[in-house]
């Protein structure tokens, strides 16, 4: 099993520009989450899907939309990059809610000039 | 919204030593997680940890959910246990995780 997977790795954006960051998970989990990191602190929540066909906003949701077409996929969309979006996104997910233990992906790093 | 503190913020240890992280949270919570950032960013998960303890090698982690905090213990420490020591706790009766600011660990040869 892969567990969780983020692609791209790396990606540099100017300002403005869009893109789609996907995360992949072979666990059968029913959640998934996105969360951005930034320097020095924790994990923020932007959005998080709690089945295939749901999305719901998290701690900082503004700027960025997903989907959850899929049960194994989450995508999460940038549709007018902003400096402020620099980042490093991870994707988790957990069998259920707040109940269970969540796996991370490796992470993307972003940077939007 | 839950507050979830750590602390200390940072620490410096010289290999062999033990030390305490510590977190606090300011409400009930349905879950409790211990998460490892090593210094290439990857998240480890160390403990799945809402009450009680567990013991994991040289890690050991202890929950009291009514006294609202949790202790990670490391003894014997090692170069590699450098990096940053995450606490999240998953909100009672809802979906979300919420993560403290990290402890950050620096073992010196």
């Known amino acids: 099993n892969a567990g969780v997977t983020q692609t791209p790795k790396f990606r540099v954006l100017k300002t403005g520009q869009s893109m789609t960051l996907l995360c992949a998970q072979d666990m059968n989990h029913e959640y998934m989450y996105w969360y951005r990191q930034d320097p020095g602190m924790g994990l923020r929540l932007i959005h998080y899907?709690?089945?295939?066909?749901?999305?719901a906003k998290g701690e900082v949701p503004d700027g960025y939309n997903v989907s959850r077409l899929k049960k194994q996929n989450f995508l999460l969309g940038l549709e007018s990059a902003a400096p402020s979006q620099t980042s490093v996104y991870f994707c988790?997910?957990?069998?259920?809610?707040?109940?269970?233990?969540?796996?991370f992906g490796p992470g993307t790093r972003l940077t939007v000039l | 919204g839950i507050q979830v503190e750590q602390s200390p913020p940072d620490l410096i240890l010289q290999e062999g030593a033990n030390s305490t992280l510590r977190c606090n949270f300011s409400d009930s919570v349905n879950n409790l997680q211990w998460f490892h950032q090593n210094p290439w960013g990857q998240l480890i998960n160390l403990f799945y940890?809402?009450?009680g303890t567990k013991q994991n090698g040289r890690l050991s982690a202890t929950t009291v959910a009514t006294e609202r905090y949790s202790l990670l213990y490391i003894s014997s420490s090692q170069t590699t246990d450098s990096g940053v020591y995450f606490c999240?706790?998953?909100?009672?009766?809802?979906?979300?995780?919420?993560f403290g600011a990290g402890t950050r660990l620096f073992v010196k040869a």
């Open positions: 999240a706790v998953g909100e009672s009766g809802g979906f979300k995780t919420i």
């Open positions: 899907s709690v089945g295939e066909g749901t999305t």
């Open positions: 940890i809402p009450s």
């Open positions: 988790a997910s957990s069998e259920t809610g707040a109940y269970n233990e969540q796996f």
